[in-house]
């Protein structure tokens, strides 16, 4: 569709940044927080770990006084669950709640809305121990640390997410924590663990609308768009088949309360369905979100069975638990570019990954996470020229305009990330922020904060509600 006039923004529109508790904070055992699967997963000694990351936990308030320079509308954090609870359970750590009523306050005055994912990866240790999503145990606690959390900042915060990256957490299961080491029968775990916490996700929205009756919640998983390899029939369907394993079956429970009909086929088939309890259908057919929000990095390529080159793949996409070749078989797309990474850039892809979701659920739509991670160079005068983020973060812009333009009601955009902080399994030298941090993977250097070129950039297309999108500015 081609439009004659751009529609703008709307009035209200929550331009944003987003981060995560262990990716950003540090303090990793500071004021009795229990340790997570992340603080002790075993990640490679080359890169940064998760014990200081960028200090936030230390320099909050500096950080947040450059997010009101930078005027966001809204900032994206999460709740680390072993702050709260450093078993996952039991007895409320009055102080590591404490540090949230601090970082919201602090938001609140500065007129920054608060938007706070409940869980981004970190499960208390304890939990995972105990068998983590696999034991239905894990499913109360969620629910139990959610209702505290709405208990004790309720009164300012409007917008809640549920799980970040879901889908990623049961396709990456190694990689990200979710699946513990050793397990005997990794896939049909996941997809046990998926449905766990699909009903987790059910009653925590159901908690949240009883509650919080003027707040509203959604669940944050990683959509993308995905393309069949050729116009081979063959390939189309195993796009359709990817498109429903990677992204339907959990928006769809999510949405719908029932699961998508090709993905429970698929996981039928190969024996990893997940066990489901008589009432567990009802209870998801009750927690419906009132929202979607959704981080986008690339879209993918798959086709039938293309003896492919593998090389490039997004690392969203390849290997996932529970695909093989009778599905699809992931490939590349000659029509895009890759970053230094090796992940596609693909900005059309998402504004079809935008109206692909809107036109199947018709609920308001916010993006969470969408950014480009790159080597950064600190120059002799403390500049940072990431063009190159511009570059990207403009041409991702442009087509969530054009998304408005096409009908989809989207109400928020909240790049990855605020400030730099340190990568799932690539360190701090994969930077996302507007604000660099001055540290390197092992030198933690003074950790100074520093306005990257995109700071100003992004100032100005805020101020504008993003009619300035142009790369020129005064740095
Ligand atoms: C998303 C996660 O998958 O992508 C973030 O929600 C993550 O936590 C972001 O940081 C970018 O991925 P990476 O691997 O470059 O950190």
């Not at 005027?71 to 680390?80: E, N, P, Q, V, W």
Request: with cysteine; hydrophobic share 35%.
């Amino acid at each position: 569709m081609k439009h004659q006039t751009l529609t703008p923004f709307p009035a209200g529109f929550l331009w944003g940044a987003s981060t995560s508790a262990y990716q950003v904070e540090g303090g990793w055992n500071s004021d009795g927080k229990g340790p997570s699967v992340i603080d002790n997963a075993h990640f490679s000694d080359k890169i940064a770990d998760f014990t200081v990351t960028s200090d936030h936990y230390h320099r909050f308030k500096d950080d947040v006084a450059l997010f009101a320079e930078l005027g966001l509308k809204t900032y994206r954090f999460s709740i680390a669950w072993s702050r709260l609870y450093p078993e996952g359970e039991g007895e409320l750590n009055v102080q590591g709640a404490a540090f949230y009523h601090r970082l919201i306050d602090e938001l609140v005055r500065h007129d920054i809305e608060p938007l706070v994912t409940l869980y981004h990866f970190d499960l208390p240790w304890t939990l995972e121990e105990k068998g983590g999503w696999t034991n239905p145990a894990t499913i109360a606690a969620f629910e139990r640390f959610s209702r505290t959390a709405f208990e004790l900042y309720g009164d300012r915060v409007k917008y809640w997410l549920t799980i970040n990256e879901q889908n990623m957490m049961i396709l990456k299961g190694e990689i990200l924590g979710t699946l513990p080491p050793g397990t005997s029968d990794p896939e049909k775990t996941l997809y046990q663990q998926n449905h766990n916490m699909m009903l987790a996700q059910a009653k925590v929205i159901i908690a949240c609308h009883e509650m919080l009756p003027d707040a509203q919640i959604g669940p944050a998983p990683n959509i993308s768009c995905v393309y069949a390899a050729s116009s081979r029939p063959e390939d189309v369907l195993a796009a359709n088949n990817f498109t429903s394993i990677r992204n339907w079956l959990y928006l769809d429970l999510a949405c719908f309360g029932r699961y998508n009909a090709v993905a429970w086929r698929f996981m039928e088939e190969k024996g990893i369905a997940p066990t489901i309890a008589e009432e567990d259908m009802s209870l998801l057919r009750q927690g419906k979100p009132d929202f979607i929000a959704f981080n986008y990095y690339a879209s993918a390529t798959v086709g039938a069975d293309i003896q492919s080159e593998t090389e490039g793949r997004q690392r969203h996409d390849q290997q996932l638990a529970g695909i093989d070749s009778t599905v699809y078989v992931g490939t590349n797309n000659p029509h895009l570019k890759k970053n230094q990474f090796n992940w596609y850039i693909d900005p059309v892809g998402f504004r079809i990954t935008a109206r692909e979701i809107y036109d199947r659920y018709h609920l308001p739509l916010i993006v969470t996470e969408n950014g480009l991670g790159a080597f950064d160079e600190l120059t002799a005068e403390n500049k940072i020229y990431d063009d190159y983020r511009i570059d990207y973060l403009q041409q991702h812009i442009q087509q969530l305009q054009l998304a408005i333009g096409d009908g989809v009601d989207l109400i928020g955009y909240c790049p990855w990330s605020a400030i730099d902080l340190v990568s799932t399994h690539q360190g701090i030298s994969k930077r996302y922020g507007f604000i660099y941090v001055n540290r390197d993977e092992h030198d933690l250097k003074d950790l100074a904060r520093l306005k990257k070129k995109s700071f100003v950039w992004y100032q100005q297309v805020i101020r504008s509600n993003g009619q300035h999108l142009d790369s020129k500015v005064d740095y």
